[in-house]
Each structure stands twice: as C-alpha cells, then as structure tokens.
C-alpha cells in the first residue's frame, strides 16, 4: 500500500493551497483518513480527518480555515487550505487509518509528506 501526497508548495499569508493524497495498493476500504503535520521542532498533530461515511474532525488551530474531504471510490483524501497563516508552516502527511486489505487484515499507511510553506 502506498499512500502519494501532493500540492504543497511557498504561499504568501492569507492564501490558499490544496493537497491531495491518493492511496493505491491491495486496498479494499479506508475507515479513516487523516492529514498530519509536523513543524520543525515540534511532535507531529492531527490536522484534520475523515471517515468513510464523511464524518470529519479538525484541530482546533485550522477550524472555519480548513477543510478535508475525501473521494471513497478513488482513495484520495484532500485537504483545502485557506487562509493559510505561517504558523501553518510544515510538512503536512496523510494518513490512512485501519485500511482494510484485499484477501485479508488491516494496516495504517503513512505518505511521504509534502512541505507547506506560508510566507508572512
């Protein structure tokens, strides 16, 4: 299984980027799908989730500014950023919690991750 993440990139303060991340593999379904950042210095935090039915959560710091959602048929989480701030600055990793696997068991996949730079 192999989770691919995409978008980051240099914006200025106030502006908008959006990643996506694509899960490709011996996939059968995602429970959970998750964006994590981790800033330098700083322990890796939950950004924002997603679950097969569309239930989401968000950490409190990108609430009203993010938004996460997700194409099931496709096993591609996005992440729409909006009024990016520069305390928003880091590596930014999807995740896919408790993926079902075909012929059997389950595992949770980390991306690569994809750097996200706001300029202030």
């Known amino acids: 299984v192999q989770l691919q993440a995409f978008g980051g990139g240099l914006v200025q303060a106030g502006g908008s980027l959006r990643l996506s991340c694509a899960a490709s593999?011996?996939?059968?379904?995602?429970?959970?799908m998750n964006w994590y950042r981790q800033a330098p210095g700083k322990q890796r935090e939950l950004v924002a989730g997603?679950?097969?039915?569309?239930?989401?959560r968000y950490a409190d710091s990108v609430k009203g500014r993010f938004t996460i959602s997700r194409d099931n048929a496709k096993n591609t989480v996005y992440l729409q950023m909006n009024s990016l701030k520069a305390e928003d600055t880091a590596v930014y990793y999807c995740?896919?919690?408790?993926?079902?696997?075909?012929?059997?068991?389950?595992?949770?996949?980390w991306g690569q991750g994809t750097q996200v730079t706001v300029s202030s």
């Open positions: 997603v679950t097969t039915g569309g239930s989401t």
């Open positions: 593999g011996r996939i059968f379904a995602i429970n959970t």
């Open positions: 995740n896919a919690d408790r993926a079902s696997l075909l012929g059997g068991g389950y595992g949770t996949y």
